[in-house]
């Protein structure tokens, strides 16, 4: 176990503890034949998300796998897709933006685009778990360790995180988990957010015409 103690900042960070595609085979056998305990089923939409700044305490991340639609419009064939679970006991958050682009017949691209946290009051959420596909920021860890093996990071004794997701994750992976952590200038794009709370302090949702730049959060 790599451990370093005391604040490490870590410039443009991003996504590393992605499992590998015999790993993400592997657990596909094991969903369908009931063996895993899977979570609901994403959306065929991947959608984005920006924040001025994510302050998380009790971090863990590690890598795991989300079962999805493949088709939008209709179908019930379903994906495996690999992703980044960053969890968090407790987050604040400030300047969110989410966004998701739709392909309507005969209206063509809409966006739905959904801002909260931009005021006095911060989002809050407890037991946050984002499921990323990509993801650039600057970041700051307090006493971080990593290398731990993903089922440890909700260990009572060495554990730092909230309780791992679910039996999706590869237990004995590689996971990396820290006191506090700060992100700062977050740009991501996930499949799924879940939480135990989340307060949307200032919250406004808008739908635009079009997609891209200026449109959806980046």
């Avoid at 924040?51 to 971090?59: A, H, N, V």
């Avoid at 998701?100 to 005021?119: E, H, M």
């Avoid at 499949?191 to 135990?196: D, E």
């Amino acid at each position: 176990m790599s451990q370093v103690r005391g604040g490490t900042r870590w410039k443009r960070f991003a996504v590393v503890m992605v499992p590998s595609v015999a790993a993400t085979a592997a657990i596909g056998v094991g969903l369908a034949q009931g063996a895993l305990a899977a979570s609901f089923a994403v959306s065929g939409q991947e959608f984005k998300v920006s924040t001025d700044s994510l302050t998380g305490k009790g971090f863990a991340q590690y890598g795991g796998v989300d079962m999805g639609y493949k088709n939008v419009a209709e179908g019930d064939e379903q994906v495996l897709h690999p992703v980044a679970i960053s969890a968090f006991k407790d987050a604040s958050i400030r300047g969110m933006c989410q966004s998701v682009v739709t392909d309507v017949p005969l209206l063509g691209k809409i966006t739905l685009k959904l801002k909260a946290g931009g005021g006095k009051e911060a989002v809050r959420a407890t037991n946050l778990y984002l499921d990323v596909t990509e993801l650039d920021a600057d970041a700051e860890f307090k006493n971080i360790d990593i290398g731990v093996a993903a089922k440890n990071t909700d260990d009572p004794d060495i554990g730092k995180g909230p309780a791992v997701k679910d039996k999706t994750i590869m237990q004995n992976g590689f996971a990396q988990q820290a006191e506090e952590v700060t992100l700062t200038g977050v740009k991501q794009k996930a499949w799924a957010t879940t939480a135990g709370t989340f307060k949307l302090s200032g919250l406004s949702m808008r739908l635009h015409k079009g997609a891209g730049s200026g449109v959806e959060c980046y």
